[in-house]
């Protein structure tokens, strides 16, 4: 632990005494952030980290290949789908970004399945990709991963409370893919359906 400790005493050094004041108003107003974010847990591929963003400002659920399972009404552990219930109906977050990313293990085991084979849980998660892997039969890795992040938006707009916010217009979804090698961040057109990259400048 003696990584995580020195980091967090380099916290108080330089970023507490600038930030504490923006701490503790978080602390009595409660938070407001306006973008929920899902994206995959992997190490590499921080949210906060990539748009530079401080205390309050997101809402961020990670998990296995950043997927939105299907709206499922009754029992079950909803870990995802609660997380977005509560950022769409508590916290009125006026955005939902999907941000998947490049060299995904979690994608990359949904078209292998035999990877996944000895970790509990993780293959009926990942099987929540077959609707991509469908339309990716010999398309490459990239192309899979962003198909899953197409996947992911559809099926948020199953959730009734998501669709109807979406159909009012004060709540957007937006897809992005975060390139780990090169930086490249890649914005998906809703109208033409291709990936755009973000200019970096
Ligand atoms: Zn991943």
């Known amino acids: 632990?003696?990584?995580?400790?020195?980091?967090?005493?380099?916290?108080m050094a330089k970023r507490w005494p600038e930030e504490h004041a923006?701490?503790?108003?978080?602390?009595?107003?409660?938070?407001?952030?306006?973008?929920?974010?899902i994206a995959c847990s992997d190490s590499r591929a921080d949210p906060a980290t990539i748009f530079g963003a401080g205390p309050g400002e997101l809402f961020v659920i990670r998990n296995v290949a950043a997927i939105v399972p299907p709206y499922e009404e009754g029992g079950g552990y909803h870990g995802t789908s609660s997380a977005i219930a509560f950022a769409v109906l508590q916290l009125n977050?006026?955005?939902?970004?999907?941000m998947g990313h490049a060299q995904c293990g979690g994608v990359a085991a949904a078209r292998?399945?035999?990877?996944?084979?000895?970790?509990?849980?993780?293959?009926?998660w990942i099987r929540l990709l077959e609707p991509a892997a469908e339309k990716c039969h010999d398309r490459d890795q990239p192309d899979f991963e962003r198909e899953t992040i197409?996947?992911?938006?559809?099926?948020?707009?199953?959730?009734?409370?998501?669709?109807?916010?979406?159909?009012?217009?004060?709540?957007?979804l937006?897809?992005?893919?975060?390139?780990?090698?090169?930086?490249?961040?890649?914005?998906?057109?809703?109208?033409?359906?291709?990936?755009?990259?973000?200019?970096?400048?």
């Open 112 to 124: 292998n399945m035999e990877a996944a084979a000895d970790t509990p849980f993780l293959g009926s």
């Open 174 to 201: 937006v897809g992005m893919r975060f390139g780990i090698a090169d930086g490249k961040l890649e914005l998906l057109d809703p109208a033409s359906g291709e990936f755009e990259t973000v200019p970096p400048r």
């Open 1 to 11: 632990m003696d990584r995580l400790i020195r980091g967090y005493r380099e916290f």
């Open 22 to 37: 923006h701490y503790a108003e978080l602390s009595k107003k409660g938070q407001n952030p306006d973008y929920l974010v």
């Open 150 to 172: 197409k996947l992911s938006l559809e099926r948020l707009m199953t959730f009734p409370f998501i669709a109807e916010r979406v159909e009012a217009g004060t709540l957007s």
């Open 93 to 98: 977050v006026k955005y939902i970004l999907v």
